[in-house]
């Protein structure tokens, strides 16, 4: 969506509450036909000598390791024999695990292995090893393989939770034969966690997909009914001998960037072109088995995919996913939820706080200024790992730099301004594991402190947030009760807190909220978070959850957290049922029920609604979704962005959709959602996602998205007149399309094409401007006083270039009390990155990206998407190209 809508609260709780299942092989527990203690595989030193990897199979000592031949179906029907047979081995020397899978097919020219880049998922025949070698039963590390040699590595973690961030080093060949094909596997002890032990014994569990028949069978049988899944793996015995190598690696880098911008007349800043290099590199070294320091120099991150193109007309911040590499990876440990029902994306620790743009401005001088892109990351580094009893550590560091703006004045003279201070951002987490982890109890602290300039007042001069959790599992581990307690700490000068008083956040401004007070020369503030739930996760068919969360007025963490809203209760219960079964209709179908209540800290009634939704895959794999929703008339405290609680009226919506059948090289999926309230307004929304694949190294993905809204009450700002605040709204009538592309070009496993395009058109039309008079008056039209022409008048602006005004006489005296800028809007813009990525060395690549952005902006308000997407190629924008060459060295 291109506009954050005011109804989220049903897509929230869909979200994060659980409606569809979070991982791809699910959750489960045993319901093989053996009891777990049978599940138990061993593994032989490799003898007579290490087996060469070239997925063949042949040596010796691949004929004395014992094989391991039972696997069970997940999928399609759960607990029967698989159709296919496999058989595994698993040797080991000093160095690595050797394990060799013969994955046998009566058809082995219908064998499916789709050739895309390292860590992409596509609808291929996998083989799949995972290996708990700490023997936790929460963590773990998964490797698999298709048919094509293409690689995926996973870290798991909190039992069924996964990182796809996590990158290993290690290799993998298969071939294909008259049998099927076979997978072998050499994986570096280098890349594990365990024990000093003489004898280890590891978790484990090999998975096969059988992709045209959409089947899933396992060595150790998890079922779909049960809360675990690394928890409910078999084990691997017989390694001796071995011991925890020394880890250090080492990723060197250079990279230059070409950028060719538009040409600004007179601007010295904009002559058209510019060149910039750079070096650094990453560290990666083991200080103990457990404990990993990973530390960056001057990192680069010109190959990270651009952000999507936004129109953000709400109070709050737009969230954005985090993209690059040294903050993606590993990044699970430090997770911790300020609200556990906004999507899950409120959490304590926001890494693109590190290195974001400047926030400060500086003074033109009548001349022209150039601004810094981004915060230069000085250094960052990261300690993190698992001990053998079952403490998690995560330890977080960097140092951004003091940014400043060249600014060149109208005599021609230099100047330099700060726009942002030297930073420093830390984060500790750490958690403890009880009862082979079916509980834990852990803590967290965050900290900003930062060298403020007189210059930069309005910023806060040190953040520090904390908090402890505790989760515990219990009645066979399909029931949890966990809980959270934190607490926030700004500080800085008077109008450094005025300014975090008076956020979207909080509004301790609001004239008719007596539990707030706004005080002018604070220059602290502080708060409270916390949640307590009760939750049904495993066993049988059914999951729900009871849920109650708050964050006090006070509460702020967006120095390195993201937060929306404080002031705020939230209590909200959830109930799902999962049919996994097979039928005559349906293949798997899952139906939920969801209702909430939130109100403020003074007693406000902010939001109470219901929904109903579910999904359904039919037997020909083709499926749907849907639902509809229902939010009760209740009051908005953020909608006159620090005036008044205004009632807003009850409101419908309802969504749905259906997708194809995702083994096929053509896969479709259509969706819609509708939203209308009881007055006057309304939002739709349509789109469709069409995938592609004309070859087995090709893909194409298209994405068209409209929407369009009618809405009668959006704020348009706040002025003080006649000795009172006036608020006032327009009717907007809003329209957005976008067009999404993204082409895999995959020429090897190492080798490949990216190519990421976005068109953006979006414009919004304002009329019927009213003042808000009355914002709790229980008839809707008594809310408001239009603004006729005998009270706001209009003139278009002198600069063609710029947004006409109007002026508004309030007491019809023939004076202006005061005016504002026409609000309407037209965006055009164009974003593309093509990334070309070669694998030369294992762990060492090449980058090649050009990034384009256009970009345009007028006041006119009109909505032409066929002329703005032509003009869009018209548009001079920014064409930057860089290189980047890293090195792994693993001395």
Do not use: C
Request: aromatic fraction near 12%; charged fraction near 25%; charge should be negative.
């Amino acid at each position: 969506m291109a506009q954050i809508p005011r109804t989220t609260t049903a897509a929230v709780l869909l979200i994060h509450l659980g409606v569809v299942p979070v991982l791809a092989h699910g959750e489960g527990e045993s319901k093989g036909k053996k009891g777990a203690e049978a599940y138990r595989a061993h593994a032989s030193r490799a003898t007579p000598g290490t087996p060469e990897l070239d997925g063949r199979l042949d040596e010796a000592a691949w004929a004395r390791a014992a094989p391991i031949s039972e696997f069970t179906q997940r999928d399609p029907e759960e607990g029967a024999e698989a159709s296919e047979r496999t058989e595994a081995r698993v040797l080991y020397d000093d160095g690595a695990i050797y394990i060799g899978i013969r994955a046998y097919d009566r058809e082995p020219q219908s064998i499916v292995g789709e050739l895309t880049r390292r860590d992409q998922f596509s609808p291929s025949d996998w083989l799949i090893v995972s290996i708990d070698s700490y023997h936790d039963r929460r963590t773990a590390f998964r490797f698999a393989v298709n048919p094509a040699g293409v690689e995926r590595d996973v870290y798991l973690f909190d039992d069924t939770n996964e990182d796809d961030s996590w990158n290993a080093v290690w290799d993998v060949a298969t071939s294909v034969d008259d049998e099927g094909w076979v997978a072998e596997f050499r994986i570096p002890f280098s890349q594990l966690r365990f024990s000093e032990a003489t004898q280890q014994v590891w978790g484990f569990n090999i998975e096969r997909i059988i992709q045209r028949k959409n089947e899933t069978v396992q060595w150790k049988p998890i079922s779909k009914e049960a809360s675990g899944w690394v928890s409910e793996f078999g084990e691997l015995t017989g390694i001796s001998g071995i011991k925890p190598p020394r880890r250090l690696e080492m990723l060197p880098y250079v990279a230059g960037i070409q950028a060719y911008t538009p040409i600004e007349e007179g601007n010295p800043f904009r002559t058209g072109s510019a060149f910039e290099g750079s070096f650094g590199g990453d560290l990666r070294y083991g200080l103990t088995n457990s404990l990993t320091l990973n530390l960056t120099l001057n990192p680069d991150f010109g190959q990270v995919e651009a952000d999507p193109s936004v129109v953000n007309l709400t109070a709050f911040e737009t969230f954005f996913q985090e993209k690059r590499p040294f903050f993606v990876e590993g990044s699970n440990i430090f997770k911790f939820a300020v609200s556990e029902i906004n999507g899950g994306f409120e959490q304590l620790f926001y890494s693109r706080r590190i290195g974001r743009r400047p926030q400060g401005s500086a003074d033109e001088r009548g001349g022209y200024v150039d601004y810094p892109h981004n915060t230069t990351i000085i250094g960052a580094g990261k300690l993190s790992g698992k001990t053998a009893d079952g403490w998690s550590i995560g330890v977080l560091d960097a140092v951004t730099a003091e940014e400043k703006a060249a600014v060149i004045d109208g005599g021609g003279l230099h100047h330099e301004d700060v726009v942002e201070p030297l930073t420093n951002y830390g984060v500790v987490r750490v958690q403890k594991d009880f009862a082979e982890g079916r509980s834990a109890i852990g803590g967290i602290v965050t900290t900003v402190n930062r060298r403020l300039p007189e210059s930069l007042g309005d910023l806060r001069s040190a953040a520090y947030a904390g908090g402890v959790d505790a989760r515990h599992r219990f009645g066979s581990d399909n029931w949890e009760i966990s809980g959270k307690l934190l607490g926030s700490y700004i500080r800085g000068s008077s109008d450094a807190i005025a300014m975090a008083q008076e956020s979207s956040a909080r509004y301790f401004q609001r004239p008719d909220a007596d539990h707030l007070s706004y005080d002018p020369a604070r220059t602290s503030l502080s708060g409270t978070n916390g949640s307590l739930s009760f939750a049904k996760i495993g066993g049988g068919r059914w999951r729900g959850i009871v849920l109650s969360e708050w964050a006090s007025p006070g509460f702020e963490v967006n120095d390195l957290g993201f937060q929306r809203q404080a002031d705020i209760w939230r209590n909200v219960v959830w109930v799902g049922y999962r049919q996994y079964d097979p039928g005559k209709i349906f293949r798997r179908y899952n139906l939920n029920w969801n209702a909430w209540n939130f109100s403020s800290f003074g007693g406000e009634r902010t939001a109470t609604g219901t929904n109903i939704n579910g999904s359904f895959t039919l037997l020909n794999y083709w499926g749907g979704f849907g639902g509809v929703n229902r939010e009760f008339a209740a009051l908005s405290t953020r909608v006159l962005r620090g005036g008044p609680a205004m009632e807003v009226p009850a409101s419908w919506t309802w969504w749905g959709g259906f997708f194809s059948d995702d083994r096929k090289p053509i896969r479709v999926e259509i969706g819609t959602s509708q939203w209308r309230d009881e007055e006057l307004s309304s939002s739709h929304s349509v789109y469709a996602e069409a995938s592609w694949r004309p070859a087995a190294n090709l893909r194409l993905a298209l994405g068209p998205e409209y929407n369009w809204s009618h809405d009668d009450w959006q704020y348009v700002t706040a002025e003080e007149a006649l000795g009172a605040s006036h608020y006032l709204t327009g009717v907007l009538d809003q329209k957005v399309f976008r067009f999404t592309t993204r082409l895999d070009w995959t020429f090897t496993p190492n080798l490949s094409l990216q190519l990421y395009a976005q068109p953006f058109v979006a414009a919004g039309d304002y009329t019927g401007f009213r003042e808000v008079v009355a914002p709790r008056a229980k008839a809707y039209s008594g809310r408001f006083a239009e603004l006729g022409p005998d009270r706001l008048s209009y003139a278009p602006s002198d600069d063609s270039d710029g947004p006409g005004t109007y002026y508004v006489d309030l007491d019809r005296n023939g004076e202006v009390d005061f005016s504002f800028d026409d609000p309407n809007f037209n965006v055009r813009e164009f974003r593309s990155t093509v990334v070309m990525r070669w694998e030369y060395m294992s762990g060492s690549t090449l980058f090649l990206v050009w990034s384009m952005n256009r970009a345009a902006f007028s006041y006119d308000g009109r909505f032409d998407p066929v002329n703005d997407l032509r003009s869009l190629r018209e548009i001079e924008g920014d064409n930057i190209f860089s290189v980047k060459v890293n090195y792994y060295l693993n001395p």
